[in-house]
Nanobody
Framework: QVQLVESGGGLVQPGGSLRLSCSAS????????MNWVRHIPGKGLEWVSQINSVSGSTYYADSVKGRFTISRDNAKSTLYLEMNNLKPEDTAVYYCFFLVHWGQGTQVTVSS
């Protein structure tokens, strides 16, 4: 069955960086556009970024544009999110997502 397993979250100071990973299995990863979304406490779910399955074209929410970079390694069936210049408002649980499938999420906390 489809499995998505996120990792790489943690506690980081404002201005710091983290790299999230999402290991995928149970489907042909290279066939699907993949997304990162986040759940912000008290604000709900926010779409963060998307990457095309073929061309590698990327798309970002305005709130993260210029700071976050989405990428994928189809050979490893892994999705990444490089997050730089993190802000307290980036604190959230981050999920990788496609179609109706979600991972368990990884917590990112940005605090001094």
């Amino acid at each position: 069955q489809v499995q998505l397993v996120e990792s790489g979250g943690g506690l980081v100071q404002p201005g710091g960086s983290l790299r999230l990973s999402c290991s995928a299995s149970g489907f042909i990863f290279s066939n699907y556009w993949m997304n990162w979304v986040r759940h912000i406490p008290g604000k709900g779910l926010e779409w963060v970024s998307q990457i095309n399955s073929v061309s590698g074209s990327t798309y970002y929410a305005d709130s993260v544009k210029g700071r976050f970079t989405i990428s994928r390694d189809n050979a490893k069936s892994t999705l990444y999110l490089e997050m730089n210049n993190l802000k307290p408002e980036d604190t959230a649980v981050y999920y990788c997502f496609f179609l109706v499938h979600w991972g368990q999420g990884t917590q990112v906390t940005v605090s001094s």
